[in-house]
């Protein structure tokens, strides 16, 4: 299984790539549009759709995507790095 995010250390810091297809289907499975989960996930629509572009973000906004999409960021973070 291929992992949905990947952790690199940037030139601004420790950063995130995520993968696009596991945003869309945690999307789907809650009936939210992409712009609902940006606004819910306090962040701009445009680096919601960098991110899905697969340009690295940094840890605050994987945080906060994942606290929008109501699971401990800890686990939800766990889950997109393929952690068992």
């Excluded at 840890?59 to 889950?79: D, G, N, V, Y």
């Amino acid at each position: 299984m291929s992992s949905a995010a990947a952790v690199t250390n940037g030139h601004a810091g420790l950063v995130v790539v995520l993968s696009p297809n596991a945003v869309r289907i945690a999307c789907a499975e809650r009936g939210w549009s992409l712009s609902e989960l940006a606004r819910r996930a306090r962040i701009s629509r445009p680096t919601l759709a960098a991110a899905l572009r697969g340009q690295p973000v940094r840890a605050r906004t994987a945080w906060q995507l994942a606290h929008a999409l109501e699971q401990q960021p800890s686990a939800q973070l766990s889950a997109l790095l393929g952690a068992a």
